[in-house]
């Protein structure tokens, strides 16, 4: 199976302390993901992620047709 990363970078204007409490949080997901992706998380997540952190989910991207995604956090520095 290949893999494939994505890697963006985003500036807000808040304190980087209220980012990182609604991005560290993996609950959040389903806000950031648009509603036609029918966002669905499919495994327990903590309330903080961490390098290491495995989030399963799936998301209907063509046609309504369900794609299971896994995400690894690799990397999660706190401000």
Same mark, same amino acid.
């Given at each position: 199976?290949?893999?494939?990363?994505?890697?963006?970078?985003?500036?807000?204007?808040?304190?980087?302390?209220?980012?990182?409490?609604?991005?560290?949080?993996?609950?959040?997901?389903?806000?950031? #993901?648009?509603?036609?992706?029918?966002?669905?998380?499919?495994?327990? @997540?903590? &309330?903080?992620? !961490? *390098?290491?952190?495995?989030?399963?989910? #799936?998301?209907?991207?063509?046609?309504?047709?369900?794609?299971?995604? @896994?995400? &690894?956090?690799? !990397? *999660?520095?706190?401000?």
């Amino acid at each position: 199976m290949k893999l494939y990363r994505l890697q963006r970078s985003q500036r807000l204007p808040i304190a980087p302390e209220t980012a990182w409490r609604f991005f560290a949080d993996p609950r959040n997901l389903q806000h950031l #993901t648009p509603p036609w992706l029918d966002f669905r998380m499919t495994s327990d @997540v903590p &309330e903080t992620i !961490h *390098a290491g952190t495995i989030i399963t989910y #799936t998301i209907r991207p063509i046609a309504g047709v369900p794609v299971r995604w @896994v995400t &690894e956090i690799t !990397h *999660a520095t706190p401000p």
